[in-house]
């Protein structure tokens, strides 16, 4: 699991303190404190469950609700293979299931060396470039088994 | 009335208030329309669709639960297609999940199964859904089976708008949603506190009481409604009876005070009822072991040997102990049988030990000595400050009350407290006051409220006298001095003390925090003067409010078990009330001088008492300083104890006479709020085990003054006619409504508020009252203070919360609470021995680091015989009330073994 640090448990208590007198704090709260730790571990949500005087459960509820929110580690970097329909019969599973077997993890998964989290997503709207996956912020065509770990060899 | 304020439903016309819903209105007018989702009291969520409606006019169907009623509005709620839509719902949730009626708790009384057999839902046309989630079963209390879950939200509502425990919400999403409590933990993981509210509101069987569980039908059960026999609240429940055994525990349903909310001890704590060790034949000590003996020879035996003390010794030499556990009716025989048939006023009970100084103080300011308004006037605090009183876990159901008026309504809530206790958590402002130090803080509010010129002038020229004085005595109390004795910071006690003078009506609720000290009564009138100052008593949503610890402890004051006076506090010292007394009760005369006091009794054990008869209670485990406790027992000539089961106290006496239950006996309880309530009887008892108002009555004859009562109810009858307070109740008013005393007569309708436009001693008295230090303070031998109190999950001495494995597996020990500093300092693990000792005695027990506590202060929780944390309080007593100070003592720490090393 990756830890919580000092440096980013000063942020959270910041990131506490900035919106604690405010009312309906909790999603910018929580959404921001994903983006300090990168996800949202019970110890984060305890935390917040004190600072802002919110129930646990309420919390654990929101953070359950929205996708958005995880409380799996996300890697450094985020891969989403689209299986909406023109992917999907252009091999978009495939993809997938190629990405699953070489790094061992299952979809809304994160790799042991905190590398890769891997999604699936419902169409991306760039069905001209099916299969496509996109990784961070680049957007890549007709991914195969043949070209897909060259692409993902280039993040480290 | 204008027609166009009417609306129409399926043909008839209504008229509706504004803001009413279209349930509601068919709901006061007998129209049933079925509901699953919808908790009354609660924020309609139209989560369930049974309720849809037809509404004319409109597009699709709407949720009766949550459309506000508008003018001639036609509404149909058993069409055709109202009757289809609730079909397909009703088969929609039984396909959801497993629901299975064959070994259902629920069957009988599922709402679920009365719409599929009100809607004559015979196939399913779909699948059902399989289990996603696991049924629950890791505590001993609530099994959570998610497969019959409906989802329709009533348990978290129970849990967050009644109880506002908010132990649990939704959780996950679409076809995953599943209540999760924090992180999806089981509950005895979570912050579930186990009140049970959601257990009771669950329509379907999701939820059920696991003790209860394959111990009978809903059908195959009596319900009996009584009042519960833990704390003064004096919630309303139903015991489910079979075979002459309470199977379960329920609220009653729109019964007051509690609305069918109980906490965890009133839900769950009845094991004690028909437990194996209940005491079934009388017991005479013979060579050191009891031997059970028949009625007659134990009464006969008792009644000789109290015979001969009282010749040899006189009556004085004789204390008899009364119960704040038994009925006002037998509280009454037994103060009656002290005074008549022994002779003495060596009469009390264990409202000494709690709110005796409640008593001394209010009358001395009020002229009476009790809570001055009614539990629901909370609703209408706007201001409520809290001190001395651990509410969520010593009475639940009033601080949900508190929860909600902060969380739903408007009031604010003001917490001066030591502990961080989880009333906090709701304040707007808490105060940390060192202990023992009530009367400087309130001191240190009036100094401010005075000298801002915020008090009410008008309340104190009208309706006070003594403000002069009090005014010259609190002008030394600046927040700076305070601050200095009080550790409160100044800042923090002007923000209290203009929030208390600005906001109208505030009320102030305490408890033993602010009675149990040398100087409780100089507390509780400071609270007096507080609320007089900014004229808040004999107000609604205002007032002085004592919670009393014990379900009849009220009572058994109201009844005269005070050596002091009879009953309705009428003085023994006058003679004209005594004349009249000896009349009703065909004596030639009755004792003249108040008699001892329950710790100058056990004090004078051995020496001017002789005998002691204790009714139903357990001071060998209760009473400060115990070891000098149990040497004064053991000096006694004879003790008595009538108790349910073999307590350490009875374990001593000479003879032990076996008594009824609670849910075995007819009579009343009288609350925290001065309500009368009826207490019914469910089962019989076990063996030989009788009333303990016959019990007195056979003692009482054989002494030579026979007592002769047909039922509880013609004690009753005596009692309202030498009792004013009293004069108006009767059983079959109190079948109809609640009365709070004074209730002179059968006319009267009670008092639910006192005080109000003239207080009961005709002007509120305010008292000018020095902070005098507690009598013992931390120092180089013993560095930390102790503060003693209760949990939640077990009552007093445990005679009856330690009886049920439910109540035990959830707090099955003694534990030191301490803050993580003072854990540090001491190098202390959570769950790591300690030995805590006073200059009075140790006991030993383990440590639970927690941010309850503050640095400097332990707490330990007296409920339990094995490490008595009153081995180490002190027995200070307040010169007036001779009430000990429980709640501060100066002890040290040592640790004795690591958690999870061999010992």
Not at chain 2, 25 to 47: H, Q, W
Not at chain 2, 330 to 342: D, S, W
Not at chain 2, 349 to 365: M, P, W
Not at chain 2, 460 to 466: F, M, P, Q, S
Request: include cysteine.
């Amino acid at each position: 699991m990756k830890k919580i640090t000092l440096k980013m448990w000063k942020k959270i208590d910041g990131i506490i303190q900035r919106y604690k007198e405010k009312s309906g704090a909790l999603i910018p709260v929580l959404e921001e404190c994903q983006d300090v730790c990168g996800y949202l571990p019970m110890e984060v949500q305890e935390r917040i469950s004190r600072g802002l005087n919110i129930p646990g459960s309420t919390i654990y509820g929101v953070v359950t609700f929205y996708s958005f929110f995880t409380m799996v580690p996300k890697g450094r970097h985020t891969i989403k293979v689209c299986l909406g329909t023109a992917c999907y019969v252009r091999g978009g599973k495939a993809n997938l299931e190629s990405i699953q077997d070489e790094f061992g993890v299952e979809t809304g998964g994160t790799t042991g060396d905190l590398r890769f989290s891997l999604d699936s997503v419902r169409c991306i709207g760039a069905c001209g470039m099916a299969p496509a996956m996109v990784v961070d912020d680049d957007t890549y065509a007709q991914v195969s088994k043949q070209n897909i770990m060259k692409t993902l060899n280039g993040y480290k | 009335m204008d027609s166009k304020d009417n609306i129409i439903i399926n043909g008839s016309e209504f008229s509706f208030r504004p803001g009413e819903t279209i349930l509601q209105v068919a709901e006061r007018n007998g129209i049933d329309i079925p509901t699953l989702c919808y908790l009354k009291g609660s924020m309609p969520t139209g989560a369930c669709r049974i309720c849809m409606v037809e509404v004319k006019g409109a597009r699709n169907l709407l949720p009766s639960c949550a459309t506000p009623v508008v003018r001639n509005m036609v509404v149909e709620t058993e069409s055709e297609r109202v009757i289809k839509s609730r079909r397909i719902n009703i088969e929609l949730l039984i396909a959801s999940g497993h629901h299975n009626c064959l070994t259902c708790e629920a069957n009988g009384d599922c709402r679920l199964q009365e719409l599929a057999y009100r809607y004559q839902v015979e196939t399913i046309r779909f699948p059902e859904s399989p289990a996603i989630y696991p049924t629950e079963t890791s505590n001993a209390l609530i099994i959570r089976d998610f497969s019959r879950c409906i989802l329709c939200g009533r348990c978290v509502q129970a849990c967050n708008e009644v109880q506002v425990n908010n132990a649990i919400s939704y959780g996950y999403r679409g076809s995953a949603s599943k209540i999760v409590a924090v992180g999806d933990l089981p509950l005895d993981e979570s912050d579930c506190v186990f009140c049970g509210e959601c257990v009771q509101a669950c329509p379907v069987g999701a939820l059920i009481e696991r003790p209860s569980r394959y111990k009978g039908r809903p059908w195959e059960v009596k319900k009996v409604q009584t009042t519960c026999p833990y704390c003064g609240v004096g919630c309303q429940i139903d015991l489910h009876v079979k075979d002459n055994e309470v199977i379960r525990v329920t609220g009653t349903e729109d019964a007051t005070p509690n609305l069918a909310s109980t906490c965890i001890k009133g839900r769950f704590g009845y094991d004690f009822i028909n437990h194996s060790e209940r005491l079934t034949s009388p017991l005479i000590k013979k060579n050191g072991k009891f031997k059970e003996v028949p009625w007659d020879e134990a009464l006969s035996f008792v009644a000789d040997r109290l015979g001969d003390i009282k010749s040899k010794h006189g009556p004085d030499s004789i204390g008899v102990f009364c119960s704040a556990k038994i009925t006002n009716e037998e509280n009454y025989l037994a103060q009656k049988f002290a005074r008549a048939a022994i002779g003495t006023n060596n009469v009390d009970h264990c409202a000494r030990l709690c709110h005796a100084s409640t008593v001394a103080g209010l009358a001395a300011a009020f002229g009476s000595g009790a809570m001055t308004n009614p539990i629901g006037d909370i609703e209408k605090s706007e201001l409520i400050l809290v001190t001395g009183s651990n509410m969520t876990e010593a009475h639940p159901v009033i601080s949900s009350y508190i929860k909600r008026a902060v969380e739903f309504g408007n009031a604010k809530l003001i917490v001066i407290d030591p502990r961080r206790i989880p009333l906090t958590k709701f304040a707007i402002l808490w105060l940390r006051q060192n202990l023992g130090t009530d009367v400087a803080w309130a001191n240190g509010m009036m100094h401010v409220i005075i000298k801002e010129d915020l008090y009410d002038k008008g309340y104190v020229e009208d309706r006070t006298e003594g403000f002069e004085e009090l005014k010259k005595t609190v002008a030394k109390y600046s927040p700076e001095y305070v601050s200095k004795i009080t550790g409160i910071p100044a800042d923090d006690l002007i923000k209290a003390a203009r929030m208390y003078a600005n906001v109208h009506p505030a009320s102030i609720f305490f408890a033993m925090g602010i009675t149990q000290h040398r100087t409780g009564t100089d507390n509780v009138k400071s609270m007096a003067n507080l609320s007089m100052l900014c004229g808040n008593v004999g107000i609604p949503g205002g007032g002085v409010n004592p919670l009393r610890g014990q379900n009849n402890v009220q009572g058994a004051c109201d009844l005269g078990a005070l050596p002091n006076v009879f009953t309705g506090y009428q003085p023994v010292n006058d003679p004209v009330l005594r004349e009249k007394m000896a009349t009703a009760w065909n004596v030639e005369s009755l004792p003249e001088s108040p008699g001892l006091t329950l710790t100058e009794m056990v004090n004078k054990a051995g020496s001017s008492i002789k005998a002691l008869y204790i009714i139903g209670e357990n001071p060998l485990v209760s009473d400060p300083d115990l070891n000098h406790a149990e040497k004064a027992f053991a000096s006694l000539d004879f003790l008595v104890v009538q108790d349910i089961f073999l307590t350490d106290t009875a374990k001593i006496a000479d003879v032990v006479l076996p008594s009824s239950s609670f849910a075995e006996k007819d009579g009343t309880f009288t609350n925290t709020e001065r309500k009368v309530q009826r207490v019914r009887k469910a089962i019989n008892s076990p063996g030989l085990a009788i009333g303990d108002w016959e019990i007195i009555c056979g003692l009482s004859a054989r002494m030579g003054y026979p007592m002769t009562y047909r039922n509880s109810k013609a004690i009753m009858e005596e009692i309202t006619r030498v009792t004013p307070s009293y004069g108006g109740i009767s059983y079959s008013r109190l079948e109809k409504k609640d009365i709070h005393w004074p209730c002179p007569t059968a006319k009267h309708p009670g008092t639910p508020r006192l005080h109000i436009d003239k207080f009961t001693r005709g002007m509120g008295l305010f008292h000018p009252i020095d902070y005098i230090a507690p009598a013992e303070l931390p120092d180089k031998e013993y560095p930390l203070y102790l503060t003693t109190g209760r949990v939640l999950y077990h009552f007093h001495t445990g005679t009856m919360s330690m009886r049920s494995d439910g109540l035990n597996d959830i707090v099955p020990e003694c534990f030191v609470e301490i803050s993580s500093e003072d854990a540090q300092d001491y190098n202390v693990d959570d769950g790591d021995l300690l030995r805590v000792s006073s200059r009075r005695g140790e006991i030993t027990a383990k440590a639970k680091i927690s941010d309850q506590a503050i640095k400097g202060t332990i707490f330990i929780p007296f409920h339990f015989a094995k490490a008595a944390a009153n081995k180490l309080t002190n027995a200070a007593l307040d010169p007036i009330a001779k009430i000990p100070e429980y709640k501060v003592c100066a002890v040290r720490i040592e640790k004795l073994w690591v958690h999870g090393e061999d010992r």
